[in-house]
Structure formats: structure tokens, C-alpha cells
């Protein structure tokens, strides 16, 4: 982007008041290079001196190398290519000493471009490969859009527009996650214009340069501009817009006579040249073409050298002025010669062979030692795991003592089941059940069974049904509390002293149904923390609803009541049933749907006249149906009581 005066001293402004010294140099550098470009040399060289002096204080060697890179540019812009070439490599070994593999492929790509506008393709292309390789390796995109706009470049030059296509359109997809107004960006449509103008599809080369025009003139690309003019002057001689043709080189030429790059003017010339001798206009085509000739000998710019003389050898011969018409096509052969040679074509298809194979065997490389870091990674969290498992499992056994023994199982099992189905290898449902003597009669008990679930599933589950447990055997056995609403209320007071839930904002709890089987009065009194009981008795299906709160948290609610409900089997038999919500909300079926309450209390009703041990397996299997290949989403907990039979 251009600068204007007030521009820049407001940027010196800026640079005067900049305490940190790498940042100051930092500036100093950014400044030198673009007021560089818009032909300022004597102030670009000034401003690198004063980076220099500070970078040296500082011991700053990026900004030393900056600056040497500056150097190069100027000497390559006055044409003292050997000057150039000294700074270039005193740059390159900065970096290299650095490991600054940006700058570095900066420097590479920098010469590439010197050396390829002298005709050294060779090492033009040694050079512009090296640049791309670390441009790759340091994920600099924008930078790697230039490099591939370079290769492109050299493609074109050498007539071959499907390998210029796929670098310039390389280039722009480098730019993707960049600024998609960057400089490259415009470069690289002007490269694809190129592209359609050597395939002769004009319309399709216009549409790409007045792409690049647009993003030029939003950032005020005038050496850009001046190049897509030219562009467009090329592309309208091919068409015979000659008026057309004639506005553009015109504006081309008005910006080109003023840059600092001398290159692009010697282009400029040889196009007039040539367009004017086509147009018959010789006396105007030689001066052309001599000013054209005289810059490129005085930059050592071989290409453009050899076309001068080749196209001043035609008009001469046209003209019949044979004799200077045998001396610039003899110049012209023994240019073309030195610089082309026999085997360009073939050099850049070994670079370009020589460049996939190495990046290949980097990536196999990297492959094979991502591979050896993934077997070792493996290892060791295989190594974790099992340590995690092996605790886990320890868990269990703990959780599993913790349960009702089978023993006292055994005691009930003529009107109970349980089908207990941990999600992983520890629960947060958890059954417990325990008997005092009858407070009115020692011969009966009073049998108390309850089905929790608690909050979560897994380890944080199980910790929450150590807590239940413990606090179910205190409140009962302890503290002598038999009523189970009055139980649910101390269970929830016990949860929420235990988790100290007046003082944080922790909600963990549990939901659970609660049943005391009184022998003497032949019922059953139930209590239900968002739980319900549901039984059949007299052939009909019943369900009676816990309270729509659970255990547990509540912060601003330090008590919760609770309702006693009475169901007596002294008449009438029941089977009756608690659970936690596992086996209804478990996925399934045709439509892979949760199983839902209402089929979970008709599989009950369907199965409750059978033998205890029945049912618990019917519950088994319609399960395993249901589930089909499903993974089971949580603990599952079901629990059948056989009364008054």
C-alpha cells in the first residue's frame, strides 16, 4: 500500500515514542521496505542504517538480518546484483544461526525471483523450492501464497499454463485462512489471467484481471495496478481493441517510469515495442524497444534482453536494414542459449520430483514416529486404565458388601426378587432392606425395603449410595425412626448435612421409593421421593405416586415433607413393585425410543402372576430384546414384593 508524507511521519511518530527496543527496530525495518518500494530509496537506506545501529546495541539478530535483506534489495533494485547477492547470503546465515525458518524462506524466495529475471533458472528454481519446503514447515500461509505465485510464474514463462494453473490456484488457497485482500491474493489472479491468455480464452483472462484490479485499488496497489494495466493492454491487443490497448500501457508505463523496480519497466517497453511494430509504427517500436534493451543490459535481465534484440531484428529486417538486424538476432541466439538451454524444462520437472520425494519421506518419517509416540501413549493409558479398572473394581466389591448379603436375601426370597443391573462397573441405584422386631408383638417384624437412585451413575453414583446407605442404617437403626415419611424427611436432612449444601450451591441427591412391610397389621406403608410404588392386587394394576421432590439438595429448603400412603393385603393379596427409572428410560425397540413408563407397568401387569423367579427373568429377557445392540444408558433397579399369599 502506498504512503503518503503525513503517513509516514506519522509512523516515525509513532517509532520515536516505541519503548521496547526489538519493537522499535521491528518498526524502523516495516517502514524502510515500504517506503523502499515506492522508489524512496535514499530514505529506505537511511532508516535501515538506524535499525542496524540499534539491532547491534541490542543484540538483535532477526532485525540485523531484516535489514540485510533491505541492502539486498536496494543493491537488486540499482542493479548491483553482486552487492545483492553478498547481502543475501550474510542474511541467509543469520537466519540459519536463528532458526528463523520464516525469514530464511523469505531470503530463498527472494533470490529465486533475482536470479530467475537474469536467467539463471536453475538456481532461480533451487531457491524458490528451498523457500516453499520451510514456508510449509513454519505454517506461514501468506508467505507460502508468494512462493507458489513465483513458481507459477516461472511456468508461465516457461509455456506450460497447467502447472501455472495449479500453483496459482495453490496459492490462493494458501490465502484461505489469511487476508483474502493480501497482495498475493491479486497476484495470483494475474497469474491465472496469464494462464487463460496463453490458452486464448480472453474473456475468461479479463474477468481475472479485473479481479485483481479491485482488490488492488482497495488497498492502493500501484505497482500491482501497473502490472494488471499492462496485463490488460496485452489482452486488448489480442482482441484489436487498439484504443483500449493503447489506455492501458499508457497507464502502465506512467506508473512504471516512477517505481523503484526497474523490471517491470523493461517489460512494459518491450510490449509497447512489440505493439507498435505490429501497428507498423517502427520508429516508434526501435525507441521502444532501445529503452527496453538499455535497462534490461544495465539489470542483467537476460530473458528480457534476448527478446529485445529478437523483436529490434525483425523490424530491422522489415526495414531492410540487414545489417543491424544480423547483429541483434546473433545477440539474441547467444542470449537465448546461455539462458535457456536444452534442459530447463527437465531441470524443473528433477526439482520438482526431488521436492516431492523429500517432503514424502519427511511425512513417512513423521508417520512412523507419531506412530512409535501413539504405541507408547497406548501403553501407558493402558497402564492407567487398568490402574483406574483395578480400583474401580475394588470399589465394586466395597459397594457389593455394603448391599444386603445373599444370605439375607435368602431369608425373604419366597416374596421377593431383585434384578440389579449396573450401567458400569459400580452403581448409583442401589437396594437395601433391613428388619427390626415388631414394636407391638417380637414375633413380627417390621421389614423395611427401599430402591434409591441416586444421583449419577458409575463412581459418582456409588459414592452417593455409600452416603444413602449409611444414613438409612443410622435413621433406623440408630435413631429408632420407623415411619417412612419421616424417614425420607431425616434421609434428606442427613444428605444435605453430609454434602454441607447450606453453604454451596451442590444439588447431588437421590430419588428412591420406600416401603414398610408391617406383619402385625398385615400392610404395607409407602413413601416415594419422585418415585412410585405400583402393584396389583384383585387383578387390577395400581400406582401410587412419590412426592415430585427428591433427597437432597434444595438450598433455601431445609426441610421436605413427605406422605404415608397404606395399602393393606390382609384380604387381598398383592404383588406389589419399586424401581428406579433405569428399565423405562433404557433406548430400544424398532425405532431405537425409550421403553417408557406405561409398557414398563403393562410388562409388570403381564408378569406378576407368575413365580417370583419367572418374573425376574421375563424382566431379564425383554430387556436383552429391547435393547437389541443398544449400550444400557443407566443403572437398573427393579424390586417385586409378593404380600399376603
Request: aromatic share 12%; net charge negative; proline share 2%.
Amino acid at each position: 500500500m502506498a504512503l503518503s508524507d503525513t503517513e509516514i511521519e506519522k509512523r516515525k511518530a509513532v517509532i520515536a515514542t516505541t519503548q521496547d527496543e526489538t519493537q522499535k527496530v521491528t518498526r524502523i525495518i516495516d517502514l524502510a521496505f515500504d517506503i523502499l518500494y515506492q522508489n524512496k530509496v535514499p530514505q529506505a537506506n537511511a532508516l535501515l542504517e538506524e535499525a542496524a545501529l540499534l539491532a547491534t546495541q541490542i543484540k538483535f539478530k532477526d532485525g540485523l538480518g531484516r535489514v540485510t535483506l533491505g541492502k539486498a534489495a536496494i543493491a537488486y533494485f540499482t542493479a548491483n546484483y553482486d552487492d545483492s547477492a553478498l547481502y543475501s547470503d550474510q542474511a541467509i546465515e543469520i537466519f540459519q544461526q536463528t532458526n528463523n525458518k520464516e525469514l530464511l524462506a523469505e531470503t530463498y524466495t527472494n533470490l529465486g525471483m533475482s536470479h530467475w529475471s537474469q536467467g539463471s533458472y536453475s538456481k532461480a528454481l533451487d531457491y524458490v523450492f528451498k523457500g516453499i519446503h520451510l514456508y510449509q514447515e513454519s505454517g506461514k500461509s501468506g508467505r507460502l501464497a508468494y512462493a507458489l505465485y513465483m513458481l507459477g510464474s516461472f511456468y508461465l514463462d516457461l509455456n506450460d499454463p497447467d502447472n501455472a494453473e495449479k500453483n496459482f490456484l495453490a496459492s490462493q488457497k494458501a490465502l484461505e485462512i489469511g487476508d483474502p485482500y493480501s497482495v498475493s491474493n491479486s497476484r495470483s489472479w494475474i497469474g491465472l489471467a496469464n494462464v487463460a491468455f496463453q490458452r486464448e480464452q480472453y474473456s475468461q483472462a479479463l474477468e481475472c484481471l479485473d479481479k485483481a484490479l479491485k482488490l488492488q485499488e482497495e488497498s492502493n496497489d500501484q505497482f500491482g495496478m501497473s502490472r494488471t494495466f499492462n496485463d490488460f493492454g496485452k489482452i486488448y491487443r489480442k482482441l484489436n481493441d487498439i484504443d483500449q490497448a493503447y489506455l492501458f500501457y499508457g497507464k502502465s508505463l506512467s506508473i512504471r517510469q516512477q517505481a523503484t523496480d526497474k523490471q517491470a519497466l523493461i517489460t512494459t517497453y518491450l510490449d509497447l515495442g512489440e505493439f507498435n511494430f505490429e501497428q507498423q509504427e517502427y520508429a516508434l517500436a526501435v525507441n521502444y524497444l532501445q529503452n527496453g534493451l538499455k535497462w534490461a543490459e544495465k539489470l542483467r535481465a537476460k530473458v528480457k534482453m534476448y527478446r529485445a534484440h529478437l523483436l529490434l531484428s525483425q523490424i530491422y529486417d522489415v526495414l531492410q536494414e540487414y545489417e543491424k538486424a544480423y547483429h541483434h538476432l546473433k545477440q539474441h541466439n547467444e542470449i537465448k542459449d546461455s539462458v535457456m538451454g536444452k534442459d530447463a524444462n527437465l531441470r524443473i520437472r528433477n526439482l520438482e520430483s526431488q521436492f516431492a520425494k523429500e517432503r514424502s519421506e519427511k511425512e513417512a518419517e513423521i508417520y512412523r514416529l507419531k506412530n512409535v509416540e501413539l504405541k507408547q501413549l497406548y501403553a501407558e493409558i493402558e497402564y492407567k486404565n487398568q490402574a483406574i479398572t483395578d480400583s474401580i473394581e475394588y470399589a465394586r466389591r466395597i459397594q457389593n458388601a455394603m448391599l444386603p448379603l445373599h444370605s439375607d436375601f435368602l431369608t425373604y426370597q419366597e416374596y421377593a426378587f431383585i434384578f440389579y443391573k449396573p450401567r458400569d462397573i459400580v452403581s448409583g441405584d442401589f437396594y437395601w432392606f433391613t428388619s427390626i422386631p415388631h414394636p407391638d408383638d417380637a414375633s413380627l417384624e417390621l421389614i423395611f425395603i427401599a430402591a434409591v437412585d441416586c444421583t449419577g451413575h458409575g463412581v459418582p453414583g456409588a459414592f452417593m449410595s455409600m452416603i444413602g446407605h449409611n444414613l438409612l442404617n443410622n435413621i433406623i437403626k440408630q435413631r429408632k425412626i420407623y415411619a417412612p415419611e419421616n424417614i425420607l424427611a431425616s434421609l434428606h436432612l442427613g444428605v444435605k448435612k453430609a454434602l454441607k449444601q447450606d453453604q454451596n450451591d451442590n444439588q447431588d441427591g437421590m430419588d428412591l421409593a420406600l416401603v414398610v412391610i408391617d406383619e402385625l397389621e398385615e400392610c404395607i406403608h409407602f413413601a416415594g421421593a419422585n418415585n412410585p410404588l405400583v402393584y396389583v392386587q384383585n387383578g387390577e394394576l395400581h400406582r401410587i405416586k412419590g412426592n415430585k421432590q427428591g433427597i437432597g439438595g434444595g438450598k433455601h429448603r431445609p426441610t421436605k415433607k413427605f406422605d404415608r400412603h397404606t395399602v393393606s393385603f390382609k384380604d387381598a393379596p398383592g404383588m406389589f413393585y419399586i424401581f428406579s427409572d433405569g428399565y423405562q428410560d433404557q433406548f430400544g425397540g424398532a425405532n431405537n425410543k425409550k421403553f417408557m413408563k406405561p409398557r414398563f407397568r403393562q410388562l409388570l401387569f403381564d408378569i406378576h402372576h407368575l413365580p417370583l423367579v419367572e418374573q425376574r427373568q421375563q424382566l431379564v429377557d425383554t430387556l436383552e430384546d429391547w435393547m437389541g445392540n443398544e449400550s444400557q444408558v443407566d443403572d437398573i433397579l427393579v424390586m417385586g414384593l409378593k404380600l399376603g399369599y
